[in-house]
Nanobody, 115 residues
Framework: VQLQASGGGLVQAGGSLRLSCAAS????????MGWYRQPPGKQHELVAR???????NYADSVKGRCTISRDNVKNAMYLQMNSLKPEDTAVYYC??????????WGQGTLVTVSS
């Protein structure tokens, strides 16, 4: 499975961005997908996750501001981020969980929120 993230950029506080993740390869083995982020000088953290059954979970810090979704026809995943805050500044990574505890990561996309 290969994952390609895109959509990062510079945005002012209060603005919106939509991140995209394109999946290719043996995508039939994917059981869940999600977005992680790594703020400057901080650890990796889960932002949002969606299972094949459509169940979602979000980090408390983004609840109500972010929406994760999947398009199984396009083999893509999205993260709509609204009301962005400077503390949302991070490198965002696309992630997929495969069968047999397989783990797949895309390259990061940088989101910078200016105050």
């Amino acid at each position: 499975v290969q994952l390609q993230a895109s959509g990062g950029g510079l945005v002012q506080a209060g603005g919106s961005l939509r991140l995209s993740c394109a999946a290719s390869g043996d995508i039939s083995t994917i059981e869940a997908m999600g977005w992680y982020r790594q703020p400057p000088g901080k650890q990796h953290e889960l932002v949002a996750r969606v299972t094949n059954k459509g169940s979602t979970n979000y980090a408390d810090s983004v609840k109500g501001r972010c929406t994760i979704s999947r398009d199984n026809v396009k083999n893509a995943m999205y993260l709509q981020m609204n009301s962005l805050k400077p503390e949302d500044t991070a490198v965002y990574y696309c992630h997929a969980e495969g069968s047999g505890l397989a783990d797949y990561w895309g390259q990061g996309t940088l989101v910078t929120v200016s105050s």
